[in-house]
C-alpha cells in the first residue's frame, strides 16, 4: 500500500511511502510468536487483533508460513508461556504504559489462535 507522509514540520515535504497494511503487520507478529519469543509480539498480537480484517490474516497467513517454513504449532506456543511471561513487564514497560495482565493477554491470544487459525 502507498500511503503519503505526514509530518507535523513546516518544511515541505510532499512524499509518498510503502506501507504494510494492518493485516500485513498481524501476519508478521504471529509469525514472529511462532519463531521466537518476545513479549512485545505477543502484545502487539492482542493489541490489533480487533482491528484487523481476519479473512485477509488468513489468507496472507498460509502463504507466509510456508515461505518462510514456519509451522502455526499452538501447542508449542503454549508450552512457552512461562518465557513469554518471565519477560512481560521487563520488556513493556519501556513501551507500554501499565501494560496489560499477562495472563489474560496470553489466554485471549490462543483462544483466538486456535479458534480462527489452528
Same mark, same amino acid.
Given at each position: 500500500m502507498i500511503r503519503e507522509i505526514i509530518h507535523p514540520y513546516s518544511d515541505d515535504l510532499a512524499a509518498k511511502v510503502r506501507v504494510y497494511t494492518l493485516e500485513e503487520i498481524m501476519v508478521e507478529k504471529i509469525r514472529s510468536l511462532f519463531q521466537r519469543t518476545r513479549s512485545r509480539d505477543l502484545y502487539d498480537v492482542w493489541y490489533l487483533w480487533n482491528n484487523i480484517n481476519l479473512i485477509k490474516v488468513s489468507q496472507i497467513l498460509s502463504e507466509e508460513f510456508r515461505i518462510k517454513n514456519v509451522k502455526l504449532d499452538i501447542k508449542d506456543l503454549k508450552e512457552r508461556k512461562n518465557d513469554f511471561g518471565n519477560a512481560w513487564? !521487563? !520488556? $513493556? #514497560?519501556?513501551?507500554? /504504559? #501499565?501494560?496489560?495482565?499477562?495472563?489474560?493477554?496470553? !489466554?485471549?491470544? $490462543?483462544? /483466538?489462535?486456535k479458534t480462527s487459525l489452528g
Open positions: 513487564e !521487563s !520488556s $513493556l #514497560n519501556h513501551q507500554v /504504559k #501499565n501494560p496489560p495482565n499477562f495472563a489474560d493477554v496470553f !489466554s485471549f491470544v $490462543l483462544r /483466538k489462535m
